[in-house]
Structures are given as C-alpha cells and as structure tokens.
C-alpha cells in the first residue's frame, strides 16, 4: 500500500530529509539503518534521495529503526514557527509561550534593581526556573545562598527554594524558561524571581 502519491509531494520531501537527518543525528551509517530497518542499502539510499516511493510498512519499520513513532515521522505541524511576544511592559518584560509544552513560558527581562536586601521579599512557589544572563551581571538569592550570575552564566533551581534577584553594577538583561508551577505562580500576581527582587 502507498502511503503518498505526488499530491502530497511536500510531505513525501519532508519525511525524506527527516529520515536521513535522524539517521546523520544518530551517527548511523546507510547499512546500520537499512540493517535495523530490515532493508537493502540500496533501497534505503534511493528512499532518502527520493527515487524509490515510501511505502507504509517501510515507514512504521524505519520509525522503529530510528526510535522514533510513525506521527513524529509524518508530521507536518510548522505552519506558526514564528511567535510574537506579550509584551508586560510596566514589569520590562517579554513572554513566549511553548506550543509543544503547554506549561512552559519563556520570559526576557531587563533587571535595573539590586537583589532585596529584606529576606521577607524572596519568594518561594512549586516549579523549576532555568535562566541565563545575557548581558551585563546578576546577583542571585537563592536559600541563604548569594550567587553572582555573569553574561552567558545559567542558573536553573526549584522555586520552593526561597529566591529573588537583581542586577549588580548595572542593567542585565535575563531569560527564562519556567515550569508550569512557576507560572502559575508568577499568574496570579507574583513576578517571576528576578522580577521578585525589585519587590515588584
């Protein structure tokens, strides 16, 4: 049974160069995959280069092969690969959500204020916070821990560990990516930990 004719050519293009690339990945040669997925080399070598048509069985036995599922394989979900941010701008922030992981957010924001030098201003919640500096220095308070954070410096912590941060010397500029625990939190009133440490 054919899977695709030349409606779908687009398609037929895209899990070609999607087989090849997760192979190359997988630092697997043409024989190791034709081997895993019972096939010739040859005929593996005309599938990638499109010479020979895709057939379903082959298909479920390559997905295998590349330990990956037949849906990953034939998909085609890239119609909104560009995102625009929502834009918090009384906080100096930006916000992307992931549309591949509901609850993760992704936040840049400009620091200007030192760390809180009151320990009642930290803030703890359930989640994870990853972050890294972009520009310029941060100080991270993080449990009874000070953390100097440098340019191209990440930090990634659970936020049930009391934390807040600012910057040192400086603007710096951050970005996060937060569970969704730690947007929840941030949602309903709190600012993310470095917003936190300006006692915003």
Known sequence: MLLMTQEHGELDSLVRKRIRALRVAQGMSLEELATRARLSQSTLSRIENGQRRLALDQLVTLARAL????????????????????????????????????????????????????????????????????SGTATLLLGNRRLRVETNQAAEFPTM????????????????????????????????????????
């Open 67 to 134: 330990d990956t599922s037949l849906d990953q394989l034939v998909e085609t979900g890239t119609d909104d690969v560009i995102a625009n941010p929502v834009i918090d701008a009384s906080r100096g922030m930006l916000r992307w959500p992931i549309k591949a992981e509901p609850g993760m957010t992704v936040l840049r924001q400009r620091l200007t204020a030192p760390p809180p030098d009151n320990p009642a201003r930290m803030r703890a919640h359930p989640g994870r916070e990853w972050l890294v500096v972009l």
């Open 161 to 200: 560990l009391p934390h807040a941060m600012g910057a040192e010397g400086g603007p710096c500029d951050i970005l996060g990516i937060f569970d969704r625990d730690a947007r929840r939190s941030h949602q309903r009133g709190e600012s993310p930990g470095p917003a936190s440490a300006a006692g915003q």
